[in-house]
């Protein structure tokens, strides 16, 4: 997907399809763009109200909502009837409950070769120096469009376009819990050890992996992430392991 330009008029054209026989999938968009959460956002506030008890799951992503709904409670007609009925002339300043609206977050991270070694290659192919491609990336406050890949994991955006970067062509096998990265126009916090493909420029102490395993995950879609860089005293201070990446094969 690619994202939508910010001089485009956000225009939305509700679409249904059925993802199982007890799922359907409101597809909302078909481009990325920060303004899409507000429309995202307002139809999953509504449309948890309307199907109360019966919904089993609602999970909002960057254009799409899947909602899981209790086939014993209802059928497929009159699901796909309530959430016609329910997202008919929707508007976020009318729906979006204020109290409900997303966090602000401040994420410090060490921004150090040795914990992010895709910085100077980032830096190269952007033009510019390591400490400005830092400030770059800490200059804008990402929203959060989906959870996913593993618990706690914001899929965030969108990266000014000076610094995105494409994923790596050879995945790294290991890549450490906190690492921050950036892939195309995206930019993600890895919430622990696993197989990875994207840029990664620094570390976080921040453990969004034990949010995510007491049930309340730091990250929900519609929240923004601001970036700080803080020195490796501070991230160390703080519990951060300086372990150094692992070199990719």
């Not at 009318?94 to 966090?103: L, N, V, Y």
């Not at 980032?122 to 959870?147: T, W």
Request: glycine share 8%; hydrophobic share 40%; charged share 25%.
């Amino acid at each position: 997907m690619k994202p939508t330009p910010r001089n485009q008029e956000v225009r939305i054209k509700i679409r249904i399809e059925t993802a199982a026989m007890d799922a359907l999938m409101v597809r909302l968009f078909d481009t990325i763009d920060e303004t899409n959460m507000a429309w995202v956002i307002a139809a999953d506030q509504t449309l948890r109200k309307a199907f109360g008890a019966a919904l089993i799951d609602l999970v909002p992503s960057y254009t799409t909502l899947l909602v899981h709904y209790d086939c014993q409670q209802m059928n497929h007609t009159e699901a796909l009837k309530l959430i016609n009925k329910t997202l008919s002339g929707l508007t976020p300043a009318d729906t979006i409950d204020s109290t409900q609206a997303g966090e602000l977050h401040e994420i410090p991270v060490w921004y150090d070769e040795s914990v992010g070694p895709e910085l100077p290659v980032v830096a190269k192919r952007a033009g510019v120096s390591v400490g400005e491609l830092i400030q770059q990336h800490c200059n804008h406050d990402y929203c959060v469009f989906a959870l996913g890949f593993a618990p706690g994991y914001g899929f965030m955006g969108l990266v000014d376009e000076a610094i995105a970067t494409p994923r790596l062509k050879t995945p790294r096998r290991k890549v450490a819990a906190g690492s921050v990265g950036i892939a195309d126009r995206q930019t993600a916090i890895y919430p622990l050890l696993s197989p990875g493909g994207w840029n990664i420029l620094g570390r976080t102490h921040v453990p969004l992996f034990e949010y995510a395993k007491r049930g309340d995950p730091l990250f929900r879609p519609g929240d923004k992430v601001r970036f700080k860089a803080i020195s490796r005293a501070e991230f160390e201070a703080n519990g951060g392991d300086t372990t150094p990446m692992e070199e990719r094969p």
